[in-house]
């Protein structure tokens, strides 16, 4: 190859060729084609902004160098952008200006044409185009303050970005009764009072979104309270249970007084009348979230009064009976009392606060209390009706056997104590129950087996005894080989448990045992490699008082070797 110098770029070339050795040069080629040297361009890409808001003009501007005539193709990932085709340089520069919607990063370059005498080349913008989405602002930056139960209006606008925008709440909650149009106006009554936190978003024509955090404030509206207790009332009344009402519809109120505590108290919702006077009330009611807190005031006129006293001693009581400490109460709350009776000391007396008793009667007795600036004296009667004294009967059973004693007032066990005038007699009957034997009295003056009749001149204590009758049981083990033995589990009455070893051809005897049903189980055995099974895998046996019951535990031998899985499966 060989490179020719010296041509002048955008003329037409042809060329021969001559080839020439030690022996001399050959005859010349036949001319070349024509051929046009181009000079070699460079093409560079800048952008008016970059980044660049979607929606915003950008425009992007070419330079090739040189500055040749020709033209250039601006393209974005490969495809001419709208308008920018085919634009003329002017001094080697070409402009292109395009708006975007849409976010992200292209990729942009311009293709020079070249011409004549210069070649084409493409220049890319360095790193791409960047397309960011637009700013939308919300306005205003903060919302006014509504009140609870009261119309709210508010419009909200955004700018920044295209018109028209469109609203809505996309986090958060709005004050129950509010709701946001998507033309951004906030309207509504509020139903509860608070701090409101949401969000409020705004998206324009192209889909841009911008937001803003709202904190809405729900004053709590005023409230009126109504508060007139009774008035005037009467000294010594009883506590006082103040009521309020609020157009609110609250209903917790609280209640003081700014009176002298020796006219009234107050404690909680109770009023204390102390004293005569004017007692000057306040009832608050503290509100919430939707109502401001409110207070009214009411005075109560308290006038002297009569007093009532309350005089009721413990009757009846019976002769010799402690003396008694009478006591009496006065709706007052005065204290002082003089005791006194006008029944003969053959019956009672009264000394200071202390009432003897003397007799069986009616004791007539008065209680008196003097008053005092706020009350007048008052007095009360009451009457003490003194009976002749009670001892009691009280019926035990012991022993190892069950029955009952019954008798006035008796039904033991269940009843088996009963207050009893003194001196009087009561007959005691003892039952035994099936099974048991009753075997006597002892207490009260009473013994042996037959009726119990006894005076009750103090405490007195009769008890009686029930023995458990008893018999025996005889079992027999046949069956089995010589010398065979099994245990024998045998359950009865009264918690009866008891395991015994028992040998074939031998006898179980057990005696003393509780009288009823005794049911003794044998298991199966196995005895020299010999499988043995009860004829009967359960007996029931009766005891009975004084008798043997005699009963036999028989085996057989089983059939074959699989008897024994055959025999459980039955069994069980």
Do not use: K
């Amino acid at each position: 190859s060989h490179v020719i110098t010296g041509l002048t770029n955008g003329t037409a070339y042809t060329f021969t060729v001559v080839a020439t050795n030690a022996f001399g040069a050959s005859p010349a080629s036949a001319a070349s084609n024509s051929v046009t040297p181009l000079a070699a361009t460079t093409t560079s890409v800048a952008s008016s902004a970059n980044p660049v808001t979607a929606t915003s003009a950008v425009t992007f501007t070419a330079t090739v160098s040189g500055a040749p005539a020709g033209s250039i193709n601006f393209r974005s990932a490969g495809g001419t952008i709208a308008g920018c085709g085919a634009i003329a340089l002017v001094a080697g520069s070409a402009q292109c200006t395009t708006t975007y919607v849409t976010v992200g990063t292209r990729a942009i370059d311009a293709v020079y044409s070249g011409n004549s005498s210069n070649a084409t080349s493409t220049g890319v913008l360095s790193g791409g185009q960047s397309v960011i989405a637009p700013t939308i602002t919300l306005s205003p930056t903060s919302l006014p303050n509504g009140t609870f139960n009261v119309a709210y209006n508010q419009t909200i606008s955004a700018s920044g970005g295209t018109a028209a925008y469109s609203f809505a709440v996309t986090a958060g909650t709005l004050p129950g009764g509010l709701s946001l149009s998507s033309g951004g106006v906030l309207t509504g009554t509020a139903s509860a009072g608070g701090t409101f936190n949401f969000t409020v978003t705004a998206t324009d024509a192209n889909a841009f979104t911008g937001t803003r955090a709202y904190s809405l404030g729900i004053n709590a509206a005023a409230q009126t309270v109504t508060f007139a207790p009774a008035s005037p009332v009467v000294f010594g009344a009883p506590a006082i249970t103040l009521t309020a009402t609020a157009s609110s519809n609250l209903t917790a109120f609280t209640y003081a007084t700014s009176s002298a505590a020796t006219v009234c108290t107050v404690a909680g919702n109770q009023l204390t009348i102390v004293g005569v006077g004017t007692c000057a009330l306040t009832a608050m009611q503290a509100g919430n979230a939707n109502f401001a807190s409110a207070a009214a005031n009411a005075n109560v006129v308290i006038n002297a009064a009569s007093q009532t006293v309350t005089f009721a001693p413990s009757s009846p009581v019976t002769v010799g009976v402690a003396p008694i400490t009478l006591t009496a109460t006065a709706t007052s709350g005065l204290t002082a009392f003089t005791f006194s009776t006008s029944s003969a000391s053959s019956i009672c007396t009264v000394a200071g606060n202390q009432l003897t008793v003397v007799g069986v009667g009616t004791c007539a007795l008065t209680a008196t209390q003097a008053g005092n600036a706020n009350y007048a004296t008052a007095s009360a009667n009451a009457n003490v009706v003194i009976n002749v004294a009670l001892q009691t009967l009280t019926v035990s059973l012991t022993g190892t056997g069950q029955g009952t004693v019954t008798g006035t007032g008796i039904n033991c066990p269940g009843d088996c104590s009963e207050g009893v005038v003194q001196g009087a007699m009561v007959t005691l009957t003892a039952t035994p129950a099936t099974g048991s034997t009753f075997t006597g009295w002892s207490g009260g003056g009473c013994t042996g087996t037959g009726t119990c009749i006894v005076t009750i001149n103090t405490a007195t204590t009769v008890t009686a005894q029930f023995t458990r009758q008893l018999g025996s049981l005889s079992v027999t083990l046949g069956g089995l080989s010589a010398g065979g033995s099994v245990s024998l589990a045998i359950n009865g009455p009264d918690g009866y448990n008891t395991s015994q070893v028992v040998t074939t051809g031998t006898t179980l005897n057990l005696s003393n045992l509780p009288t009823g049903t005794y049911l003794v189980n044998a298991p199966s055995t196995t005895i020299s490699s010999v499988f043995y099974v009860p004829n009967v895998r359960s007996i029931s046996a009766v005891v009975n008082a004084g008798m043997t019951t005699n009963i036999t535990v028989t085996y057989r031998v089983a059939l074959n070797s699989i008897a024994p899985l055959i025999y459980f499966l039955l069994e069980d």
